[in-house]
C-alpha cells in the first residue's frame, strides 16, 4: 500500500528526474526514521529476534546463505515469468520508447506502478532478512550509500536483465570481500565506480546484456546451414 501511495506521483516523473526522485525520497524517510520515536530515532531498534519459518529459527549463516540464494532465484523465476506477460512486453516497450509505446496503447503509468509495487514488495522481504541477520535496525543500514551501492551492482551487472542485478551484486559483494581480505577495505567503492564509468561506456547492458547478446550471436552462428557443405539431390 505504501508502495503505491509514493509510486503514483514520483513516477510521473521520468529519466533522470525519476531517479534523483527516488534517492530525495530515500533522503527523507532515513532523516525521518532518525527523528521519529517508534524508530529508535538515531539508535534504531535492536534486539530484533532471528528468522523464524514455520517455527524454525534460523541461527547458523550457512543457513542464512541458503535461505537467501533461495530467495534470490525464486525472485529471478518471478522477474523471468513476468517478463513473458504483457506486462512485462509492456515495459520492454516503455524501455525503448515511451512515446512509441503510448501510441501502442499502452498504459505507461500502470505499467510502471505495477512493477514499481512488486519490486518494493521484493525489497522489503530482502530488508526484513538482512534486519533479523544483523538483529537491529537502524538508519545507516539503509542509507544513501547504501542505495548507491545498489544502483552500481545494477548499472554493472546489466540494467536491462533479470539477471543483471544478481550478476552486479555478486561481482560487488566479492570485490568488497576481496578487498576486505587483501587490507584495503575502503576501496571498493571508487573500484565499483570505475566500474560502472567503463561498463557505461564500452558495455551498456552490462555483464550479463554482453553475455546474452554473445549467446545469441552463437546461436544463430551454429543454427546457420553449413554452406560449404555439398546439396544433397
Same mark, same amino acid.
Given at each position: 500500500?505504501?508502495a503505491w501511495?509514493?509510486?503514483?506521483?514520483?513516477?510521473k516523473? #521520468?529519466?533522470f528526474?525519476?531517479a534523483l526522485?527516488?534517492?530525495?525520497? !530515500?533522503?527523507?524517510?532515513?532523516?525521518?526514521?532518525?527523528?521519529?520515536?517508534?524508530?529508535? !530515532?538515531?539508535?534504531?531498534?535492536?534486539?530484533?529476534?532471528?528468522? +523464524?519459518?514455520?517455527?524454525?529459527?534460523?541461527?547458523s /549463516?550457512?543457513?542464512?546463505?541458503?535461505?537467501?540464494?533461495l530467495?534470490?532465484f525464486?525472485?529471478?523465476?518471478?522477474?523471468?515469468?513476468?517478463?513473458?506477460t504483457?506486462v512485462?512486453?509492456?515495459?520492454?516497450?516503455?524501455g525503448t520508447s515511451?512515446?512509441?509505446?503510448?501510441?501502442?496503447?499502452v498504459?505507461i503509468?500502470r505499467?510502471k506502478l !505495477?512493477?514499481?509495487?512488486?519490486?518494493?514488495?521484493?525489497?522489503?522481504?530482502?530488508?526484513?532478512?538482512t534486519?533479523?541477520?544483523l #538483529?537491529l535496525?537502524?538508519?545507516?543500514?539503509? /542509507?544513501?550509500h547504501?542505495?548507491?551501492?545498489?544502483i552500481?551492482a545494477?548499472?554493472?551487472?546489466?540494467l536491462?536483465?533479470?539477471?543483471?542485478?544478481i550478476?552486479?551484486a555478486?561481482?560487488?559483494?566479492?570485490? #568488497?570481500?576481496g578487498? +576486505?581480505?587483501?587490507?584495503?577495505?575502503h576501496?571498493?567503492?571508487?573500484?565499483?565506480?570505475l566500474?560502472?564509468?567503463?561498463?557505461?561506456?564500452?558495455l551498456?547492458?552490462g555483464?550479463a546484456?554482453a553475455?546474452?547478446?554473445?549467446f &545469441? &550471436?552463437l546461436?544463430?552462428r551454429?543454427? +546457420?546451414p553449413?554452406?560449404?557443405?555439398?546439396a544433397?539431390?
Amino acid at each position: 500500500g505504501f508502495a503505491w501511495t509514493i509510486g503514483r506521483p514520483i513516477l510521473k516523473l #521520468r529519466g533522470f528526474i525519476l531517479a534523483l526522485a527516488s534517492l530525495a525520497l !530515500q533522503l527523507i524517510l532515513a532523516h525521518a526514521a532518525r527523528e521519529l520515536e517508534f524508530t529508535g !530515532q538515531a539508535l534504531g531498534v535492536s534486539g530484533i529476534p532471528k528468522f +523464524r519459518v514455520l517455527g524454525w529459527s534460523i541461527e547458523s /549463516d550457512l543457513a542464512y546463505y541458503l535461505i537467501v540464494w533461495l530467495i534470490v532465484f525464486g525472485f529471478a523465476f518471478v522477474g523471468l515469468n513476468i517478463e513473458r506477460t504483457g506486462v512485462g512486453r509492456a515495459l520492454k516497450a516503455v524501455g525503448t520508447s515511451e512515446t512509441v509505446a503510448a501510441s501502442l496503447g499502452v498504459d505507461i503509468s500502470r505499467a510502471k506502478l !505495477q512493477m514499481f509495487v512488486i519490486s518494493a514488495a521484493m525489497a522489503s522481504v530482502s530488508g526484513s532478512l538482512t534486519v533479523h541477520y544483523l #538483529r537491529l535496525m537502524e538508519p545507516t543500514v539503509f /542509507d544513501f550509500h547504501f542505495s548507491l551501492n545498489i544502483i552500481t551492482a545494477v548499472v554493472v551487472g546489466g540494467l536491462a536483465s533479470v539477471w543483471g542485478g544478481i550478476t552486479g551484486a555478486v561481482l560487488f559483494v566479492g570485490v #568488497r570481500e576481496g578487498l +576486505r581480505a587483501l587490507g584495503y577495505p575502503h576501496l571498493d567503492t571508487l573500484l565499483m565506480a570505475l566500474a560502472s564509468v567503463v561498463m557505461l561506456i564500452a558495455l551498456p547492458n552490462g555483464i550479463a546484456g554482453a553475455v546474452a547478446a554473445r549467446f &545469441r &550471436r552463437l546461436t544463430r552462428r551454429w543454427s +546457420r546451414p553449413d554452406e560449404s557443405a555439398p546439396a544433397t539431390q
